[in-house]
T-cell receptor
Framework: EAQVTQNPRYLITVTGKKLTVTCSQN?????MSWYRQDPGLGLRQIYY???????DKGDVPEGYKVSRKEKRNFPLILESPSPNQTSLYFCASSLGTAAVTDTQYFGPGTRLTVL | AQSVTQLGSHVSVSEGALVLLRCNYSSSVPPYLFWYVQYPNQGLQLLLKYTSAATLVKGINGFEAEFKKSETSFHLTKPSAHMSDAAEYFCAVSESDSWGKLQFGAGTQVVVTP
């Protein structure tokens, strides 16, 4: 089954404690990206990756890191989380082409609370 | 930089009536444009995308959108609303002529009334 998995689904942590949210896809997709969703602010892209070892900043990259060492995985790293990073996070992947049939698959989301 | 404006943060439509969600963009390059949907307490889905091929794009669940360069618009429509269309809809534009950095609109909440 084609899917994007994220772990953990829920996380409560404290300020400054490093954490990683994992994202993995099983579709051999080139393009992967991370988004955060906040009430009143909608969706904002954090980072994206066009291919292995190719990552670039989205709209709100501050306080986040990513890596793309292999095609299937695109972890989101918060080196020193702060309360303003409390949010709902989504990972997504697609082939990254113009093809009509190329759609984007989303993970189920990770709800992060930083105290 | 590219930007997206969605007109109307809330839209109420009667069941069976036309659904029209407005999206205007600014872009310095031929854009990729996207519509996403988020059903209540669920994740995100890509409804459709425009990638400079046909200007009328058909998506899932009976939705379609028309790219109008002269109006810098990419409005989403569905001829007949169903109760299951109640959701939040987001328009997005790519900052290049491909997938890449995406800018999202603020979203439009659609309520469908019987």
């Amino acid at each position: 089954e084609a899917q994007v998995t994220q772990n953990p689904r829920y996380l409560i942590t404290v300020t400054g404690k490093k954490l990683t949210v994992t994202c993995s896809q099983n579709m051999n997709h080139e393009y992967m990206s991370w988004y955060r969703q906040d009430p009143g602010l909608g969706l904002r892209q954090i980072y994206y990756s066009m291919n292995v070892e190719v990552t670039d900043k989205g709209d709100v990259p501050e306080g986040y890191k990513v890596s793309r060492k292999e095609k299937r995985n695109f972890p989101l790293i918060l080196e020193s989380p702060s309360p303003n990073q409390t949010s709902l996070y989504f990972c997504a992947s697609s082939l990254g082409t113009a093809a009509v049939t190329d759609t984007q698959y989303f993970g189920p989301g990770t709800r992060l609370t930083v105290l | 930089a590219q930007s997206v404006t969605q007109l109307g943060s809330h839209v109420s439509v009667s069941e069976g009536a036309l659904v029209l969600l407005r999206c205007n963009y600014s872009s310095s390059v031929p854009p990729y444009l996207f519509w996403y949907v988020q059903y209540p307490n669920q994740g995100l889905q890509l409804l459709l995308k425009y990638t400079s091929a046909a200007t009328l794009v058909k998506g899932i669940n009976g939705f379609e959108a028309e790219f109008k360069k002269s109006e810098t618009s990419f409005h989403l429509t569905k001829p007949s609303a169903h109760m299951s269309d109640a959701a939040e809809y987001f328009c997005a534009v790519s900052e290049s002529d491909s997938w890449g950095k995406l800018q999202f609109g603020a979203g439009t909440q659609v309520v469908v009334t019987p």
